[in-house]
Structure formats: structure tokens, C-alpha cells
């Protein structure tokens, strides 16, 4: 195992369970708590305002750093908007893109080094119209000026960007929760544990397949757990089921927050992928990894493909996943909590 791999499981060990790391960076926690916590006394005391868009807003992100499950959802809400007779549009950060101009916007295929790999997948995935700038006032600005037609907005992450106004506030977290429940950088949170008690809903994927939601907390909880789908060769767009490969020597690759996610959700539909590479979040694919694996097949994730298009390698298959959730009223929940905002 490599030193950066140890120095991360070390981490993400000190990070969930504790110990004498997380201890003795306790003090620049405190130090992050005050700076949390100051700005969001800015806000609340009118010191600095959020901009309202004319359209209500809704955020997915997380107070755990890192993957926990966001995209799946916002594609879930996307869709689902979408099939009640709205017409969403997303806006996003652009992780990984230099914006130093205007907001970037654009719908359907749209280039990962343009847009970022998250925004790319989502556009292809929901048709929805986004828009990228690290201040996502301006990428909801840029986005309605562009697309007048769109009548919620639906911002991917940016919990913590509170100079986007929002209406309705869903944190996605995983099975780790809120870890070791301190902040950054003696745990892994980006806000305190009791952030959970005023947001309006708490989704947490489980790793395990169908579950319940733990209850805790005030908000609405709802579980979910990732369901994958026919897998797609890249060179040509084949599409086979992932039962088809069952005894086939496969491997699997994943630039995601999470790669063990991915690599369990093989598991589950009977696949045991080996090697498994395991590359950094928003790995860039300036050159192709695979070369080294021998296998018939390698699985990617859809975030990972928008990025592997250029390479001639027929045996990648992009799977794509969607969500599942523990009761099939979220969405419906959802749309009544839109239609309960009042007129702007």
C-alpha cells in the first residue's frame, strides 16, 4: 500500500473514531468554529445578504467533507421536478474548473473541462440547463438570464455558501454520520453536528442496500441506497447487464469521494472487480490508468466516464446508478414544501 493510501485510511480513521491526531488538533477546530460561526451571525444579523433569485432554491450538500451521495440525489430531484411539470435548472460550483469570467451555461453534452465532471454527468443524465461559478449567485443569475423558462433552482452542494439564498436545505450524509462530530480539521465536518437540527430534510445512503433512515433530529429522514444499472462500453455505447459478466476476470476504477461506494455496489449485483483502483476525487485523466489492469472489462462510474470518452479502451463500461429511497414520498414531499413557499 502506498504512503498517501495509509496517511488517508490514518486520517479517515482519526476522523470517524478518534484518537490522539484528532486530539491534538482540537484547537484549530475551535478555530474553525468561530469563523463558522461568525459568518453565519453575518447573515442572520443582516450584516452581509444572501442573493433571493425570483425562483425558489434548493440545496443538496453535506457538513462531512468529501463524497457522501449528493449527485444521485440531485439528479433524483432534477428528474423528479421535471416529471411534476417543473423545469428545473441546477448550478454548481464547477469543482476542478478556472472560471475567471462570467458564469458558464449550457444543457445536454456538456465538456467536463468546460463545465467540471459533476455538472457534466448531471446535464447528460436530467437535460436540465446548468451553470458553473464559484459564487453560485452569479451561476443562478447567469442561469436564469439564459433560461427564463426555469422555475426552481437546484444547487449542487454549496450548504455552506450562504450567499445563495435558499429555500429548502436536504443534506445527504453516509454511513460514517458525523464521524468523530468535530470540525475541520481534528474531524470531518464543515459545521457542527446540531447543523442537522435546522435543515429540512436529512437523506443518509446506506452502503448496505435497502434500510431504514436511524432517526435522529428534527428534520424529515429519509434513507437511500444506490441501485445500478446496465453497464455502458464507452467506444461504442453497448449496453449489457452487469449479470453478464458474473465469472469474467473485471476490475474497477473510481475518481469519487467515496470509491468503496462504488466498488460495494458491484459487489452487490454479484460482481467481486479485482484490482480496484481507488484514484483521487475529480481525478483529472490526463492520461488513461488503465492500461496496467488486466482485465476483460473495467467498471467506471458515470463521473468518471465524461472524463475517459477520448480513450480508445474497449473494455471500460461506465455504470450508472440512480437512487433509491427508503419511502417513495421525498419527492412528493418535496414538491408540497415548494408549493408551501410563499408567492415572490
Not at 421535471?82 to 451555461?105: H, L
Not at 438570464?145 to 453516509?174: K, T, W, Y
Not at 470531518?188 to 453536528?193: C, M, N, Q, S, Y
Amino acid at each position: 500500500m502506498k504512503l498517501r493510501d495509509r496517511l488517508h485510511r490514518f486520517v479517515q480513521r482519526q476522523w470517524r473514531l478518534g484518537g490522539w491526531l484528532a486530539t491534538l488538533l482540537r484547537p484549530l477546530s475551535a478555530l474553525t468554529a468561530i469563523a463558522v460561526r461568525r459568518k453565519r451571525q453575518a447573515y442572520q444579523t443582516g450584516r452581509k445578504t444572501g442573493w433571493r433569485a425570483p425562483v425558489p432554491v434548493i440545496v443538496v450538500g453535506n457538513i462531512y467533507v468529501g463524497g457522501t451521495g449528493k449527485t444521485p440525489v440531485v439528479v433524483a430531484v432534477l428528474q423528479g421536478l421535471r416529471a411534476r411539470g417543473y423545469t428545473p435548472g441546477m448550478v454548481s460550483r464547477g469543482y476542478g474548473v478556472r472560471i475567471d469570467g462570467p458564469a458558464r451555461v449550457g444543457q445536454g453534452t456538456l465538456s467536463a473541462a468546460d463545465f467540471g465532471d459533476e455538472p457534466a454527468l448531471i446535464a447528460a443524465a436530467t437535460a436540465a440547463a446548468v451553470a458553473v461559478h464559484p459564487r453560485r449567485a452569479e451561476a443562478a443569475q447567469a442561469l436564469l438570464a439564459a433560461h427564463p423558462e426555469v422555475d426552481v433552482i437546484v444547487a449542487d452542494d454549496g450548504l455552506q455558501h450562504l450567499a445563495l439564498a435558499r429555500d429548502i436545505e436536504i443534506v445527504v450524509q453516509d454511513e460514517r454520520g458525523c464521524g468523530n462530530g468535530r470540525l475541520l480539521p481534528a474531524g470531518p465536518l464543515r459545521e457542527p453536528p446540531e447543523r442537522l437540527d435546522h435543515v429540512d430534510a436529512v437523506i443518509t445512503n446506506l452502503n448496505t442496500g435497502p434500510g431504514r433512515a436511524p432517526a435522529q433530529g428534527p428534520a424529515r429522514q429519509w434513507a437511500m441506497w444506490l441501485e445500478p444499472g446496465a453497464a455502458r462500453r464507452l467506444t461504442d455505447g453497448e449496453q449489457r447487464p452487469l449479470a453478464s459478466f458474473a465469472g469474467q476476470p473485471v476490475a474497477a476504477a473510481a475518481g469519487i469521494g467515496n470509491p468503496g461506494r462504488f466498488f460495494r455496489t458491484l459487489e452487490s449485483a454479484g460482481l467481486l472487480p479485482t484490482p480496484r483502483l481507488a484514484l483521487p476525487d475529480h481525478y483529472d485523466y490526463a492520461r488513461s490508468p488503465f492500461a496496467g489492469l488486466r482485465a476483460e472489462a473495467i467498471f467506471i462510474t458515470t463521473k468518471d466516464a465524461v472524463k475517459c470518452a477520448a480513450f480508445d479502451d474497449p473494455r471500460l463500461w461506465a455504470v450508472p446508478v440512480s437512487a433509491a429511497f427508503s419511502a417513495p414520498d421525498f419527492l412528493d414531499w418535496l414538491v408540497s414544501r415548494l408549493h408551501a413557499l410563499p408567492p415572490r
